[in-house]
């Protein structure tokens, strides 16, 4: 299935595919029994995240971790934290189908995310992530790369989010 795209000069905002998506909960302490049942070392400072190959790990709160895979992975790594829940205390919570990714890219992909966006994105560093707002809707940020984010909005507040992402570079592209 293609993504829908909008391109426009200087940024692009695009619907990216579905992933396995957890909210992990667990004692930092117990973060090497995480990092061996998920097949990959979680960041420990908060707003750090951690990748390899399709995994991906973002440390946002003192105590809890946004995890992604690969949408066929997802039942191994639930059966492998449900294999260690005897030992070790934790919630792991599959969120794939509350939320939808949109990819912003481009030279003015700051200059976009700041229309609906209260924090200073430029101190965001690669490959770390921020729970914050756009507009009125939580998100989680991800930043890819200098110039590419990704932005986590729950179903319901898609629309709105990815309409006013159009919108906004629309009239970056005119320079309104």
């Known amino acids: ?3 829908p795209v909008t391109s426009f000069d200087t940024v692009s ?20 029994v995480a990092s061996a049942a998920f097949g990959l070392t979680l960041p420990t400072k908060i707003g750090q995240g951690a990748q390899s190959g399709d995994r991906a790990a973002y440390c946002i709160g003192p105590d809890e971790w946004l ?3 690969a949408e066929a ?16 205390a934790h919630s792991l919570v599959v969120i794939s189908d509350r939320e939808m990714t949109i990819g912003i890219d481009g030279p003015d992909a700051l200059a976009l995310l ?4 209260p924090i200073d994105l430029s101190r965001l560093p690669i490959g770390g992530a921020k729970r914050t707002v756009f507009d009125y809707a939580q998100v989680m940020l991800i930043r890819d790369a200098e110039d590419a984010f990704r932005v986590e909005v ?3 507040y898609f629309p709105h989010v990815h309409g006013l992402l159009e919108i ?4 970056l592209t005119v320079g309104l």
Request: charged content about 15%; aromatic content about 6%.
């Open 168 to 171: 906004a570079a629309r009239e």
């Open 1 to 3: 299935m293609n993504a």
């Open 67 to 69: 995890l992604h895979a």
């Open 73 to 88: 992975d997802q039942q191994a790594i639930v059966s492998a934290f449900a294999a260690v829940r005897a030992d070790t």
């Open 114 to 117: 700041s229309v609906g966006c």
């Open 13 to 32: 905002v695009t619907v990216l595919p579905s992933v396995a998506r957890f909210n992990l909960r667990i004692a930092p302490a117990d973060l090497s």
């Open 154 to 156: 729950w179903r319901s």
